[in-house]
């Protein structure tokens, strides 16, 4: 009977497990699940705001993968074999009645993150004499020699056949992902890439918009991302700012180096489209003070504050005395041009790790490492990561079923 030993218990372990459990006879293997904390899931439960987004409602491949900044090429066969519809389906039968909101964003009906967890705890509870959880017990080492591994934790050193390195890194820390599996990966001959905080929000130095502290905005830009903003007491949040923080994860970015980006409040006026509007405007309503004007489009909170930050001495005069150069400079910077300058990212507050395992190195059809046979890979551990923590789940599910489907077959 093989050993088979899971480094985990977040949701790539936890997918492992199941699909080894799902697609085995007993007397093949026995699965030792190794979690520091006393329970498992603990970042799946706090997931999508507790309510757990657990997959896509997408399902163009295209579309789907376009959302990856790293690995989209990697996690292509995964996805093909665990796509999100199937990922909705295996949870369904499992029990979890699934929604799709009109975001694409999938939900347990419930709205309770718990309800994803406890699919994998009736699981090993039905298959309880397969599995030891070894809950409260975190991995200190693991060694390898003839494609078999020694694990070693505070308690006791175990021997293995196959392991699953699924430890995630240090996003959230406080759930337990403390980035160990970085010295699991090197001791096991692995490469690292370089790692960086990703989907976080940013302190910005623009304290006219820190006033407008809970302001959304429905669909923002910056660059060519199209997103929903949240301005806040101290920054930037919500979408647009995490989708940000992924294309600078291995940037510095702090006080000594600041980074400028630009922002229109409505993605879809640009330059062109505020010249044509303030034209019409200030030709149809000479009276229309131009804070009026601009909530016909903006929040006023935001438009009052808009001009007064830049525009002070127009607040008070008529369009017909507005002349065409400020007309022009206000669609300038209301179509592309609001600077924000980001001084920090909000610390602690990434969702995801940006890097980690080199890809290169593992099997993308089975999550098998190249370079140490019976050794897996799955989950947020993999160098594959999204514009926004909607899509990390799913290389987790994915990931994890692969390798699942990929040990369950050498058995
Ligand atoms: C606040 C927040 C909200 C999020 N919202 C979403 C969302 O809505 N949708 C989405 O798709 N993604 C979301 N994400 C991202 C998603 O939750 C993670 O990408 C995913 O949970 C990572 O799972 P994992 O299995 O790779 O690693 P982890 O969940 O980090 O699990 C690793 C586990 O390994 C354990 N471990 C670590 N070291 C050891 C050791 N030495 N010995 C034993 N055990 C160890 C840890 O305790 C942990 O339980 C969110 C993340 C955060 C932080």
Redesign the pocket.
């Known amino acids: 009977m093989k050993q088979i030993t899971i480094?985990?218990?977040?949701?790539?372990?936890l997918m492992t497990a199941a699909t080894i459990l799902e697609n085995t006879e007993s007397e093949s293997c026995h699965i030792h699940i190794?979690?520091?904390?006393k329970t498992p899931g603990?970042?799946?439960i706090?997931?999508?705001g507790g309510r757990?987004?657990?997959t896509t409602g997408i399902e163009d491949k295209k579309i789907l993968l376009s959302k990856y900044t790293r690995g989209a090429d990697f996690i292509r066969k995964a996805f093909g074999k665990f796509s999100p519809r199937k990922c909705r389906e295996w949870f369904e039968s499992h029990g979890v009645p699934l929604k799709c909101e009109k975001d694409n964003r999938v939900f347990p009906v419930s709205d309770d993150g718990y309800d994803i967890v406890e699919v994998f705890e009736k699981l090993f509870a039905k298959y309880r004499n397969r599995i030891t959880l070894h809950y409260g017990e975190?991995?200190d080492s693991i060694l390898s020699w003839n494609s078999a591994f020694q694990i070693t934790t505070k308690k006791w050193t175990y021997d293995s056949d196959i392991v699953v390195i699924?430890?995630?890194w240090n996003?959230?820390s406080h759930?337990?992902?403390?980035g160990?599996?970085y010295a699991f990966a090197r001791s096991l001959w692995h490469t690292v890439t370089q790692l960086g905080p990703s989907l976080s929000s940013f302190l910005t130095s623009e304290k006219w918009t820190h006033e407008l502290s809970g302001l959304a905005f429905e669909s923002a830009k910056i660059w060519d991302l199209q997103w929903p903003l949240l301005l806040t007491h101290f920054g930037i949040s919500g979408p647009l700012a995490f989708m940000t923080s992924s294309w600078f994860a291995w940037e510095t970015i702090d006080k000594n180096h600041p980074k400028i980006v630009h922002f229109s409040p409505i993605s879809t006026m640009g330059y062109i489209e505020w010249e044509a509007f303030l034209k019409e405007q200030f030709a149809n309503h000479p009276k229309k003070l131009i804070i009026s004007i601009l909530t016909e489009k903006l929040p006023r909170r935001f438009a009052e504050a808009f001009i007064r930050e830049y525009f002070t001495s127009i607040e008070t005069i008529y369009p017909v005395s507005i002349g065409k150069v400020i007309r022009e400079n206000i669609s300038k910077l209301l179509g592309e041009w609001i600077p924000l300058t980001l001084t920090d990212r909000r610390p602690g507050d990434e969702?995801?790790t940006a890097g980690w395992v080199n890809t290169d190195e593992i099997d993308a059809e089975t999550m098998e490492s190249k370079i140490q046979k019976n050794l897996y890979f799955a989950?947020?551990?993999l160098n594959v990561d999204g514009f926004t923590?909607?899509?990390?789940?799913?290389i987790?599910w994915a990931s994890g079923y692969v390798a699942g489907r990929d040990i369950g077959s050498k058995l």
């Open positions: 480094i985990w218990a977040g949701a790539a372990g190794f979690e520091k904390n603990n970042k799946v706090i997931s999508g757990c987004n657990l975190g991995v699924t430890t995630g996003a959230y759930t337990g992902s403390t160990d599996g969702f995801v989950g947020e551990v923590g909607w899509f990390s789940l799913q987790c």
